[in-house]
């Protein structure tokens, strides 16, 4: 138990945000799931089942943006494609999902989804086999994202690509995954994506118990990757990360193999964002290639800049910040969201460049600029 002796004295540490984070968010699921399963609907605390999936998507959204976190914010590495990392997980657990409906899909076979089916597809693909088994789905989740971003990284950093040019390249590695996925002989339901989910382990996708239950799982593994990634980025490993992220040709001077940390962090990164994938899926009930698409990459990246990138909870406050005013400003005038998204971005940028979780920073160092400068000016006179 001294691992968890440790952690909570970490948390304790002045500065440290990490116990804070956990209680307020397990605090907050747990009286939002409360007020749905033990309140009448009558009730004015009542939290109905439809915010209760809204709140679940926005975590895995929270859990998405940790993971371009700790790769941009605490390495420097811009990636602009994670949103292939989440797509592919949520890939794996609808896969899974497809393979619950057995005979209740519209055309009754039970061994072929529906989509097949339609396309006179005789039998499941070879890469179908075993999916329809929880822990190999599970398995699948992590283990087809963490490969690609292995060889991805691998290749990459061991050439010594960095900047911009790595960007692009990531960019480049998500679209060329939509267009796979659009097709229809790739076996994952073209244009429309795997949907029509009826169960998972058993219990009914509709009921509220099992909304419940799934808005709960998505807010203990958002804990639980999050006091993770803490504790790797505040250990030694973490101090040569950001060191990497600050002079990458000073710590490889100093003789640390900087591609092996990149690499390996890169990869840390994808499996988180393969979990939110996973995790999306059956919240939401459905997967298709737009998830591939590079405008949500970037839109990432944009939750993390708000929020305040290199701090792990403002990435979290950013992802549902912007998901929230998302949810509400696209209800109002939906053609000109992405006008104010951009405009967000560019203001962040310009007059927020440590985000929201800085502002407070920000103030008090201009206070005290202010303060420096009055009492010079009374030295003077």
């Known amino acids: ?41 009558s009730s004015p605390l009542h939290v109905s089942t439809y915010t209760i999936t809204l709140l679940g998507k926005y ?11 700790v790769i941009w914010g605490y390495c420097g590495i811009l990636s602009l494609g994670h949103g292939a990392f989440f797509a592919l997980g949520g890939y794996a657990m609808g896969m899974y999902l497809m393979r619950q409906i057995g005979d209740r ?20 693909p070879w890469y179908w086999m075993g999916m329809d088994q929880f822990w190999f789905a599970m398995l699948m989740v992590l283990a087809v994202p963490g490969l690609l971003a292995f060889v991805f990284g691998w290749l990459a950093f061991r050439s010594r690509v960095t900047g911009v040019y790595l960007s692009i390249m990531t960019q480049a590695l998500t679209y060329a995954l939509m ?13 429309n994506g795997l949907t029509d989910f009826k169960e998972i382990l058993g219990f009914d996708l509709q009921s509220d118990t099992t909304r419940v239950a799934l808005f709960v799982t998505t807010a203990l593994v958002l804990c639980a990757v999050y006091v993770i990634s803490h504790l790797i980025l505040k250990s030694r490993m973490g101090k040569v990360i950001v060191a990497i992220r600050d002079g990458e040709a000073r710590a490889r001077f100093l003789g640390y193999r900087t591609d092996r940390y990149k690499v390996w962090l890169f990869v840390f990164s994808a499996l988180i964002a393969a979990m939110a994938g996973a995790l999306y899926v059956p919240q939401v009930g459905i997967i ?19 929020g305040g990138r290199g701090t792990l909870y403002g990435a979290v406050i950013g992802a549902l ?25 560019v203001l962040v940028t310009l007059y927020l460049p440590k985000g929201l979780v800085g502002l407070r920073g920000q103030l008090a160092a201009r206070s005290n600029n202010k303060a420096g400068k009055a009492v010079k000016q009374e030295v003077h006179s």
């Open 59 to 69: 975590l895995s959204y929270a859990m998405l943006a940790l993971a371009v976190d």
């Open 288 to 306: 298709n290639p737009g998830e591939f698409s590079p405008l949500n990459s970037i839109e990432v990246v944009v939750w993390v800049a708000v």
């Open 179 to 191: 267009l796979a996925f659009f097709r229809n002989e790739m076996g994952f339901g073209g244009n």
């Open 321 to 345: 910040l912007v998901n929230y005013a998302k949810t509400r400003f696209t209800a109002i005038m939906p053609e000109g969201w992405l006008f104010a998204l951009g405009a967000l971005f």
């Open 105 to 124: 899909g519209v055309y009754g076979n039970p061994d072929l989804p529906d989509f097949m089916v339609f396309l006179n597809w005789d039998s499941l």
């Open 1 to 41: 138990m001294n691992w968890l002796t440790q952690l909570f004295a970490a948390g304790r540490t002045p500065g440290n945000r990490v116990l804070p984070f956990v209680i307020v968010l397990l605090g907050v699921t747990t009286l939002a799931s409360m007020a749905n399963l033990m309140l009448p609907e």
